[in-house]
T-cell receptor, first 112, second 106 residues
Framework: SQTIHQWPATLVQPVGSPLSLECTVEGTSNPNLYWYRQAAGRGLQLLFY??????ISSEVPQNLSASRPQDRQFILSSKKLLLSDSGFYLC???????????FGPGTRLTVL | KNEVEQSPQNLTAQEGEFITINCSYSVGISALHWLQQHPGGGIVSLFMLSSGKKKHGRLIATINIQEKHSSLHITASHPRDSAVYICAVRGNQFYFGTGTSLTVIP
């Protein structure tokens, strides 16, 4: 069966520090991968999606970047965090043939 | 203006009640999703619809493509149904509603 992992579960970082969140998927090959952010009191926002290794599409301009160094690994990064980067970050995957997305447990990021 | 609007924003029900959550959208879509987000933040995909109706246990989702509207129904609601329910549509990109917070009281 397929599983998706995210870590860390929670993170508190100072403004200006770097960020690296990791997401890995098991039990499937060539998944579509997604990074979402949910800011406090707001809906989900799609940040990045990837249809293959090294292929990243950005939905909104921002302080963050994403990379996919391996087929089932998706990394969200920032060189310098802003206060506005605080939120709940969710990774998700789907198969190429269907839109149904399966979400990871999320990382709650607080930037102070 | 949001591409996806949900109503109500908050809903409190007694255990056993029939619940309806509505979703309207303004863009052309290939699919509509209903998601459930638990208090801890975890999200589960409940349904993906492109037409008609789907049923999983006590949950029923319907979509009317012409009216650009979908409903999520919960029959015989239970406290464990308490969660935020999110409607999302796939157009040229994903659009998400802000969610409906449901509390079911024993």
């Amino acid at each position: 069966s397929q599983t998706i992992h995210q870590w860390p579960a929670t993170l508190v970082q100072p403004v200006g520090s770097p960020l690296s969140l990791e997401c890995t998927v098991e039990g499937t090959s060539n998944p579509n991968l997604y990074w979402y952010r949910q800011a406090a009191g707001r809906g989900l926002q799609l940040l990045f999606y990837s249809v293959g290794i090294g292929q990243i599409s950005s939905e909104v301009p921002q302080n963050l970047s994403a990379s996919r160094p391996q087929d089932r690994q998706f990394i969200l990064s920032s060189k310098k965090l802003l206060l506005s980067d605080s939120g709940f970050y969710l990774c998700a995957w789907s198969t190429v043939s269907t839109d149904t997305q399966y979400f990871g447990p999320g990382t709650r990021l607080t930037v102070l | 203006k949001n591409e996806v609007e949900q109503s109500p924003q908050n809903l409190t029900a007694q255990e056993g009640e029939f619940i309806t959550i509505n979703c309207s959208y303004s863009v052309g879509i290939s699919a509509l999703h209903w998601l459930q987000q638990h208090p801890g933040g975890g999200i589960v995909s409940l349904f993906m619809l492109s037409s008609g109706k789907k049923k999983h246990g006590r949950l029923i989702a319907t979509i009317n493509i012409q009216e650009k509207h979908s409903s999520l129904h919960i029959t015989a609601s239970h406290p464990r149904d308490s969660a935020v329910y999110i409607c999302a549509v796939r157009g040229n990109q994903f659009y998400f509603g802000t969610g409906t917070s449901l509390t079911v009281i024993p």
